[in-house]
């Protein structure tokens, strides 16, 4: 069992930046890959970003490719979205996910079998 606690979420003034950490306890020991997705309201799940934690690979969607970074923290069990340059059409709920031991694409929530329960993110023009 995988428990994933977002933080971080708050009302920003586009061109800000925020950071979001997701607290996997252990996730080091059993995760392939933890993701950051974003939702909102009426509109399916949208994969953010991807980390392979061993190989420390990322992977980002076009819409915040040069704008987003995700991180590690391994000592602190804490993977991170640093989110710059933050556009109204960022605001969503924003979920940490892991996956472990499935396969599948990075960016697509399919294949994540544990979720944090979210953190809002508004941002107003």
């Known amino acids: 069992q995988v428990q994933l606690v977002e933080s971080g979420g708050a009302s920003v003034q586009a061109g800000g930046s925020l950071r979001l950490s997701c607290l996997a306890p252990?996730?080091?020991?059993?995760?392939?890959?933890i993701g950051w997705f974003r939702q909102v309201p009426g509109k399916e799940r949208e994969g953010v970003a991807a980390?392979?934690?061993?190989?420390?690979?990322?992977y980002y969607a076009t819409s915040v490719k040069g704008r987003f970074t995700i991180s590690q923290d391994k000592a602190k069990d804490t993977v991170y979205l640093q989110m710059d340059n933050l556009k109204p059409e960022d605001t969503a709920m924003y979920y940490c996910a892991a996956k472990i031991g499935t396969m599948g694409w990075a960016l697509s929530p399919d294949g994540y079998n544990y979720w944090g329960q979210g953190t809002q993110v508004t941002v107003s023009s």
């Open positions: 980390l392979y934690t061993s190989a420390d690979s990322t």
């Open positions: 252990e996730y080091s020991y059993n995760t392939n890959c």
